[in-house]
Nanobody
Framework: QVQLVESGGGLVQAGGSLRLSCAASGTGFSINNMGWYRQAPGKQRELVATITSGGRTNYADSVKGRFSISRDNAKNTVYLQMNNLKPEDTGDYYC???????????????WGQGTQVTVSS
């Protein structure tokens, strides 16, 4: 079993910054991709950014140039640095990881509980 614990959400004014963290814990697994999704009130969950174990990144067009995803493979932790935040960035941010169990090599995909980000205008 993998647990993802997110932190770093909160309330910030437009133009401000926040840094989200997500740590994966557990044993017997190897993580490849990690990432962040968000869900605004009344909307579907959408991709924000992903990063592979090799450091390859992918961003939603709406956050390119403002958000930066990074990870510490030794700690199984992924970060999302969010700068120049806008009111439309408001939502619940969810961490996710994909990988495989070491014994069976079966795929795994886990989600965190979410952390709330509110950007006031």
């Amino acid at each position: 079993q993998v647990q993802l614990v997110e932190s770093g959400g909160g309330l910030v004014q437009a133009g401000g910054s926040l840094r989200l963290s997500c740590a994966a814990s557990g044993t017997g697994f190897s993580i490849n991709n990690m990432g962040w999704y968000r869900q605004a009130p009344g909307k579907q969950r959408e991709l924000v950014a992903t990063i592979t174990s090799g450091g390859r990144t992918n961003y939603a067009d709406s956050v390119k140039g403002r958000f930066s995803i990074s990870r510490d493979n030794a700690k199984n932790t992924v970060y999302l640095q969010m700068n120049n935040l806008k009111p439309e960035d408001t939502g619940d941010y969810y961490c996710t990881c994909e990988g495989r169990r070491l014994v069976t090599w079966s795929q795994i995909n886990y989600w965190g509980q979410g952390t709330q980000v509110t950007v006031s205008s």
